[in-house]
């Protein structure tokens, strides 16, 4: 079946330092992959997606580029604020189904 | 643009007791979800409507969960009887339609404790 695999966390940075929080994955096919955002008290917000090998997404300084032959989708930022404090979660759909499937997710903490 | 609705926020109950939740999608989107988030872990899809039809069920502890969507348009997840295991956030989402591409939009969610 499908899988996502994240880093542990909490990844624990001081503000304006490097950001990647690994993912990768296991798929049978040519899975979507997203990667969510859940800040303190509210849901899950999409941050960004890829749809096919070699794609980038990006949002809000954040990119993932998806790497068929390594299987992950790493998350990247060049330099995290304090407000990028939350949970991060990898996920991924397959075969052209909206349904997700979701790593354990990973906790930054960005201190000032 | 409202987003997904759902309530209520919190829930403490005793093992063996029911409890119901509910969720309200974003007017026009077909597809609505369930997921179950135990603490430090990812959500879990419990069970997926296309409109007033199921989808997949397939991770729904059926001898406990039952979840309906009459009308197409809100839902309510029932728990009956509750175990200590049930504690978890219930993370209601919706989306244009089945279609991968489409984004799925969460609500806050209802977090339950079991005692």
């Known amino acids: 079946g499908n899988s996502v695999t994240q880093m542990e966390g909490p990844v624990t940075l001081s503000e304006e330092a490097f950001l990647t929080i690994n993912c990768t994955y296991t798929?049978?096919?040519?899975?979507?992959l997203f990667w969510y955002v859940q800040y303190p008290g509210e849901g899950l917000q999409l941050l960004l997606k890829?749809?096919?090998?070699?794609d980038k997404g990006s949002n809000k300084g954040f990119e993932a580029t998806y790497r068929k032959e390594t299987t992950s989708f790493h998350l990247e930022k060049g330099s995290v604020q304090v407000s990028d404090s939350a949970v991060y979660f990898c996920?991924?759909?397959?075969?052209?189904?909206?349904?997700?499937?979701f790593g354990k997710g990973t906790m930054l903490l960005v201190s000032p | 643009e409202a987003g997904v609705a759902q309530s209520p926020r919190y829930k403490i109950i005793e093992k063996r007791q029911s409890v119901a939740f509910w969720c309200n999608p974003i007017s026009g989107h077909a597809t609505l979800y369930w997921y179950q988030q135990i603490l430090g872990q990812g959500p879990k899809l419990l069970i997926q409507f296309q409109n007033n039809g199921v989808v997949d069920d397939s991770q729904l502890p059926k001898d406990r969960f039952s979840a309906e969507r009459l009308k197409g348009v809100d839902s309510t997840l029932k728990i009956q009887p509750a175990k200590l295991e049930d504690s978890a956030v219930y993370l209601c989402a919706s989306s244009l339609s089945t279609s991968g591409r489409n984004e799925q939009f969460f609500g806050p969610g209802t977090r339950l404790t079991v005692l």
């Open positions: 890829a749809t096919k090998a070699d």
């Open positions: 798929a049978t096919g040519y899975p979507s």
């Open positions: 996920a991924l759909s397959e075969g052209g189904y909206s349904t997700l499937t």
